[in-house]
């Protein structure tokens, strides 16, 4: 029970990772407030948080828009009266160009998103996390530990997003907030799951082959699983990870090495 009682806000709740981070929050004793946009898998997970003994708070959130995040911020206060870690997870996939040709206005779309987003929230919630010395986690990714023609928009973003969590962490360090973040690889989820097979179905070879070939070059040769990235996550909020602050984990099954 690493965050018996603990309040954990969950922002940007999917089918895959989002629910994981919730379910994995919720199995060590917390209560979770859960955002997206999409309302009716917000109200899925939460009574799937229930079932585990929990609270999971529904807040059906854009959280590129500054107002609902307010309203987000304050549900939370209404409904715990305090917070305990804040999981930033939410992503806009910038389009899949180099960068000399990508239209600006996509990059600041995923910018509002990726970034902005995620710095009103965790500005909106410093007083709350102070309070109770909290943490906040932002989802990365392993885009930031290579170069490849055509990701250079995700990964502008995603470093980025790396640079102010690192900020953060010192900015907030003297009021006793942790920053840290978590780089994912491949996640073997449903997303990666239909993409495979897309591939397999193109190639005219199996999903199985496809998951070998890219399995091979990785230390564990497997791919990280939803509630893998999710148990790091956990750790960082926890207070197993008290002295941790400032710093990307990865989780990759040795991938990349950093």
Request: aromatic content about 6%; glycine content about 8%; charged content about 20%.
């Amino acid at each position: 029970m690493l965050l018996k009682d603990k309040v954990v806000v969950v922002a940007g709740i999917g089918p895959g990772l989002g629910r994981s981070i919730a379910l994995a929050s919720a199995r060590e004793g917390a209560d979770v407030v859960l955002a997206a946009r999409t309302a009716s898998r917000l109200d899925d997970v939460a009574k799937e948080v229930t079932a585990l003994g929990r609270r999971g708070l529904a807040v059906p959130t854009d959280l590129a828009d500054a107002a609902a995040v307010e309203r987000l911020a304050q549900a939370a206060r209404d409904a715990f009266g305090r917070v305990d870690a804040l999981v930033y997870n939410a992503l806009a996939m910038p389009p899949i160009k180099e960068l000399r040709v990508v239209g600006l206005d996509a990059v600041s779309a995923s910018f509002d998103v990726n970034v902005v987003a995620a710095l009103r929230l965790t500005r909106l919630f410093v007083p709350d996390l102070a309070e109770s010395k909290g943490s906040v986690v932002m989802i990365n990714s392993m885009v930031v530990r290579y170069s490849q023609r055509t990701m250079g928009p995700y990964k502008l973003a995603k470093a980025a997003l790396l640079a102010m969590a690192q900020s953060l962490a010192t900015e907030l360090g003297p009021q006793g907030i942790r920053v840290n973040s978590v780089a994912p690889g491949h996640i073997w989820g449903d997303s990666l799951k239909w993409y495979f097979g897309y591939q397999a179905k193109k190639r005219g070879v199996t999903v199985e082959e496809i998951y070998a070939e890219t399995a091979a070059p990785i230390d564990l040769g497997r791919l990280p699983e939803p509630d893998e990235i999710a148990d790091a996550v956990v750790f960082l909020a926890s207070p197993l990870a008290r002295a941790v602050t400032g710093q990307c984990l990865d989780v990759n099954c040795g991938e990349y090495h950093h």
